[in-house]
């Protein structure tokens, strides 16, 4: 099975923090539809938080599991935390969040921690943050593993 990183900025999602400490049951837009077609219940899933307006705080902050395939949605009575609406044909995908550490003190893996790892440095999510979610390979979700349970407090 696929794991997953998926990224978030809190300049785009203000309640970015709030959303993930507060909610088990999460939804995430996927972007790439490439992605969208590989998704499939029971993946693997962690949220990778953007520095936003606050540096050093950027890095992998939660981990869950997929429970749907990505796929069109209606908005009406769903708890939106997004600034900006992707567009009617953006799918979205649940999460069952497992584990939020959304600082150090709590364990999560900070971007300049993966940064001064040598298998992970290079990650295309540390190198080109630019897309919303992105497919690990099996050597980052192995040193991922590692290293998140390494940090629970």
């Excluded at 696929?2 to 972007?31: C, M």
């Excluded at 796929?71 to 992707?86: A, L, S, T």
């Excluded at 001064?116 to 390979?137: C, R």
Aim: net charge negative; hydrophobic share 35%.
């Amino acid at each position: 099975m696929p794991t997953w990183l998926f990224q978030g900025s809190p300049k785009d999602f203000p309640s970015f923090d709030n959303y993930l400490r507060n909610y088990a049951e999460i939804s995430w837009h996927v972007r790439q539809k490439r992605a969208a077609e590989e998704m499939y219940p029971d993946d693997e899933v962690y949220i990778w938080r953007l520095d936003g307006n606050r540096p050093g705080t950027g890095g992998i902050v939660a981990h869950g599991i997929l429970t749907t395939e990505a796929r069109i949605i209606p908005d009406e009575g769903r708890k939106r935390w997004v600034r900006h609406q992707p567009g009617p044909t953006v799918p979205s995908i649940d999460i069952t969040l497992d584990d939020v550490r959304l600082t150090p003190e709590e364990g999560c893996v900070t971007r300049t921690a993966l940064l001064q790892d040598a298998e992970l440095w290079n990650m295309h999510v540390v190198q080109s943050p630019h897309l919303t979610n992105y497919k690990l390979t099996s050597e980052e979700e192995e040193r991922i593993a590692r290293l998140w349970r390494a940090a629970k407090r």
